[in-house]
Structures are given as structure tokens and as C-alpha cells.
T-cell receptor, first 113, second 111 residues
Framework: NAGVTQTPKFQVLKTGQSMTLQCAQD?????MSWYRQDPGMGLRLIHY???????DQGEVPNGYNVSRSTTEDFPLRLLSAAPSQTSVYFC????????????FGPGTRLTVL | RKEVEQDPGPFNVPEGATVAFNCTYS??????FFWYRQDCRKEPKLLMS???SGNEDGRFTAQLNRASQYISLLIRDSKLSDSATYLC????????????FGTGTRLTVIP
């Protein structure tokens, strides 16, 4: 199993550009989540999904969209990038009810100029 | 007020030392508690869950004090490979996906 994969690993955007961060898992996990990690802030939940076709907002959803058309994929869209979205983004997945075994992807380092 | 607060450190300890980290959480309704480990520029990985009765995994011991709303992690006989950032994590619901992460405590084990 590849586990949780994320692409790209690094990305530089200009303010106002849009892009999609990709996340995929091959463990047949029902739940998937997106976090951002900033210095001094810890990881914060952006959006999450409990199954295909179902998404919900986390702590910091503004400026991001998600969709879950398949169990495997959970892309995160930045609609109009802002410097405040410079961060490291982690995708995670887990089986329903097994929050203690969240598997994280390797992360995407995003810089918005 | 942050949901989870940790001393950011850094903690610099010699090999073989015992080191303890504490973390406090603000919501008394919190149900599940974890310690994650994060190596530099890597993703977080679950180290251990924390149960009310306390639990041990080799050189690592985790304790939960619900009355005082704090969680601790004790590492005995520190190894160089223990150098990492340790994240305290809390969930309001058992099995829910809404995890709250502390900022992490950085540990460096010195030869």
C-alpha cells in the first residue's frame, strides 16, 4: 500500500492564483481530512469528509473548497490564493471511529507571494 | 484561548535521561487524547493514545488527569532517535475527526 499520497510536494503561487492540492489514499478509509500547519499554531483542521459525497468544515475553512467524489481522493482547492495561506498542508485518513489511527500524507509546502 | 497548550521547549537532554512533557486542554468535555510524534519536515505519526488509567509502551508512559485537564508523556532512557517534536492531541468526541493539536514540544537528545 502507498498509504496517503499528496501532490505536489512544493508549490509557489502568486496572490490571486488558484490551485488544487491532491490527496489520495489506498487503504479504503472512510474518513479523510485536510490540515494546515503554521509555526506557533499547531495543526488546524480545514475540511473533512466522512465518506464519498459528504464533506464538512473544520476550524479554518475560509478560502478553501473540497469535494469527495470517490473514497480514494480528497482534493483541496484554493480559490484565490492569499499570502495568509502560506503553510504546510497535510492530508490524513482513517477508518470510521478510529481517530487514534489517522494516517498522514507527507505534506505539501505552499508559498503564496 | 487555545484548545490545547504545550510548552514549546526546546528540551535538550542527554542520552539516557528521563524527560516529561505536559499539556493542558481547555474543554472539559474532551473525550479522546493522543500523543503524536513529528520529525523535522515530516508528517505527524501516532505515538500513543492516552487512557484514563494511564498506559505504557516500552520507554513511553502517558497519563491523563481529567480533574486538572492535563496530559503527560514520560520518556525514560532517552535515545538519540527520540529527537523530534511531540504533539499533544485532543478530540471532543470518541471516534470523531475533529482533532485539536497542540503546537508541539521539541525534544533534542544529545550524545
Amino acid at each position: 500500500n502507498a498509504g496517503v499520497t499528496q501532490t505536489p510536494k512544493f508549490q509557489v503561487l502568486k496572490t490571486g492564483q488558484s490551485m488544487t492540492l491532491q490527496c489520495a489514499q489506498d487503504m479504503n478509509h472512510e474518513y479523510m481530512s485536510w490540515y494546515r500547519q503554521d509555526p506557533g499554531m499547531g495543526l488546524r483542521l480545514i475540511h473533512y469528509s466522512v465518506g464519498a459525497g459528504i464533506t464538512d468544515q473544520g476550524e479554518v475553512p475560509n478560502g478553501y473548497n473540497v469535494s469527495r467524489s470517490t473514497t480514494e481522493d480528497f482534493p483541496l482547492r484554493l480559490l484565490s490564493a492569499a499570502p495568509s495561506q502560506t503553510s504546510v498542508y497535510f492530508c490524513a485518513s482513517n477508518h470510521r471511529g478510529h481517530t487514534d489511527t489517522q494516517y498522514f500524507g507527507p505534506g505539501t509546502r505552499l508559498t503564496v507571494l | 484561548r487555545k484548545e490545547v497548550e504545550q510548552d514549546p521547549g526546546p528540551f535538550n537532554v542527554p542520552e539516557g535521561a528521563t524527560v516529561a512533557f505536559n499539556c493542558t486542554y481547555s474543554n472539559s468535555a474532551s473525550q479522546s487524547f493522543f500523543w503524536y510524534r513529528q520529525d523535522c519536515r515530516k508528517e505527524p505519526k501516532l505515538l500513543m493514545s492516552v487512557y484514563s488509567s494511564g498506559n505504557e509502551d516500552g520507554r513511553f508512559t502517558a497519563q491523563l488527569n481529567r480533574a486538572s485537564q492535563y496530559i503527560s508523556l514520560l520518556i525514560r532512557d532517552s535515545k538519540l532517535s527520540d529527537s523530534a517534536t511531540y504533539l499533544c492531541v485532543v478530540s471532543l468526541q470518541t471516534g470523531a475527526n475533529n482533532l485539536f493539536f497542540g503546537t508541539g514540544t521539541r525534544l533534542t537528545v544529545i550524545p
